[in-house]
DNA sequence: CGAACATCTGTAAACGTTTACTCTTCCCCT
DNA sequence: AGGGGAAGAGTAAACGTTTACAGATGTTCG
């Protein structure tokens, strides 16, 4: 309770001076006796470096960031539950930052930085200012972005091609003969909304499927957003066969629509998620989902981190992490009668199980092949079907 | 990149001494001129204060600590959701702590406290052991335990009265008609496994029913180990028509396995969770869940802990949070067959909607009856399903 | 046996703040 | 006009480490 023991403490206790205690504590070499007297001292007394004090002094707080938009949504957590082991492993404890996607939120942890309390970050920013940049130029410690970030920014980014995650999912969807396929969007003014509305609409063209505006709509990146512009789409365009949403939150909420519509799933409307998280082997259908590699990118942009702390001026590096389609029941569960699930297997990545050979139910095996799910032992939805595994009779451990 | 201008560099500049640039920045009583000269030497310079040695004068590092078993597990995610945003108000930013419920690593984040770079803690142990007991009371920093500690322990305390949580649950079980009500808990070692194993034998005890060990089954709390469990009971006791589950992840264990071996739910077998996560809205069927309030457990921490560090030495206070049963369609769904859901309301909180009077589909409505999700104003399961606020003719945000 | 050297230890400065204390001004009042 | 005070600013110490440098001791070799 008092004022805990320091390094001078100690000093006294064992009869030595203080530059002595801390050569023993850090293990430089030391006669045995000295040793010996400032190791007991120090257990009797209970001693604990203080961290910051040696943070002041050796510049470095062990400490990283991580700051993400939303520490609810479970494609971070993916990510964090691959980050936090490589960090700690290197000795560093993980901070979060929540920014609700704010802009200057974001600006202030990367002013953080210049506080010095964490000596490396990697931000996931969905919308990248100028600011942003200069920031990233400027700033006092390494940064990582997972995301997209303009050509020849001078810093690490992780990132995956989104573009060619939607048209994965768009010509699944339409090798499923569907033709009126929907797309619920986030906000076109973040740097994944963006994107994805330019890569739905050019899959959309070279597929030859005529334009229609009517057919694409744009909520928020959450479940009650994804639900409120799900109706909307469904009334201006009552005849969609397909949905694809920019996320599993948004694509939730568009199963809750259509359930609240009567609208079967997948029979009267196909729906694909992005992200490929959790939720999706939760959902009812399980829902197939383009996976954009969370855990792969929050690996490698921990790596990036690491990397870059060790050899501060090597050359900015590029992660791209690919897509791969992840086909569950909620696009080609077989239950419609006389409409047996036409899975185009050339569409979907090759280390992805060809659902087109499998009863219903296994599809979901596709859901173990999330790859680099090795490093979390515990790992939710490890033993989700084991049943379809023997059906699949893969044994659901497939390299990346 | 360089290294970053201090007071010093700012006092140059400025002509002043370090004292005044520090009064300035503190917004002390200073001369307007002064003021103007430093804050323009600040601006210009690009200052940004080194909160390490900030911390270091001051004794307080301005983080506070999270340690909790898993951060896969979405009932942490509940607290941090409440946690966060009550701390950050306060100046505080939050370390995350993933212990895998390792002792030692539990220890070594007690441990941490001395290292000075958090200012309190929140825990949520799963096993106490005396040298928890001991680190608590010798702690240099406030802690806050989430989860039952032994009486008297000088520590502030948030429970949840996990015995009533599972009277709850089976008394609703029974309720349904369940005669042969089976539990399928975590490790007996932990602190709720053993308090849930008692309940559960009390429980059972108190309605009539006959004590068998074989509708008892151990695993641990995750989804891959419940599915082990229930798989295991199921082989012992194949006549159950009714399982409660220690947490949500098991219950979803639980759902997988009778999904696979064709059981209905809850026409064959009612499966009831606890802790109602978001995970209970996502499964299918919707799952009935004890509500341990997390959201409520994880303020109350927050606040506690606020407290504390407000004035160190009032007494230490325990807060209980009350359970509440969240009926949902994996024990009261009406679509068996002439087996309407016979909910017995008396069983249920009084803040649950009354399933009884509502069909199927409804039932999810008492999902929305969480309480304290108010803090979050992007919550993933607000609109789950709005068509059933309709026919509940509830608003959906009944006070707690 | 003394010099050169290796090995260990102590002294003191530094990291960037905050803050107690002292010093200077300047104003006001008697 | 001189003394008392207020208000602002400067000096220096402190927070608890790490570490460059110098000093002390013992060892080895010519």
Redesign the interface.
Known sequence: ?SD?PTITTIAQRAGVSIASVSRVLNGLPTKAETERRVMSAAREL?Y??????R??KSRR?N?LGFAMA???NPVY?AM??EI?PVLRAAGY??????T?ADTDDEIDVL?GL????IDGLIMIPLRVTGEHLKMFA?A?APVVVIGSVPEGTPVDNVRTDSREGVRLAVEHLHGLGRRRIGFVNGPLDTVPGAARAAAYAEAVRALGLPHDPALAEVG?F???DG??ATARLLERAPDVDALLCAND?IA??AL?VL??EGRRVPQDVAVAGMDDTD?AT????PLTSVSLGSPERGRAAAELLLDRLASRDREPRVVTVEPRLVVRASTAGDDAPGEPPAVDASTVDASTVDASTVDA?TVDAAARDTSARDT?A??????????VEEAVGDSGREAP
């Open positions: 309770m805990g209970g604990v470096p203080n961290s910051v004090a943070s002041l707080s400490q939303d520490i609810g957590l964090i539950r936090q404890r993980l901070v979060l930052h929540s609700n002013r210049g506080e010095r309390y400027a006092r928020d959450y479940r009650a639900a409120r939150l939730l909420g809750d359930r609240r939720l939760l959902a009812w259908p139910s979390s515990r790992d939710v939805s490890a033993v989700d079907a084991s049943a």
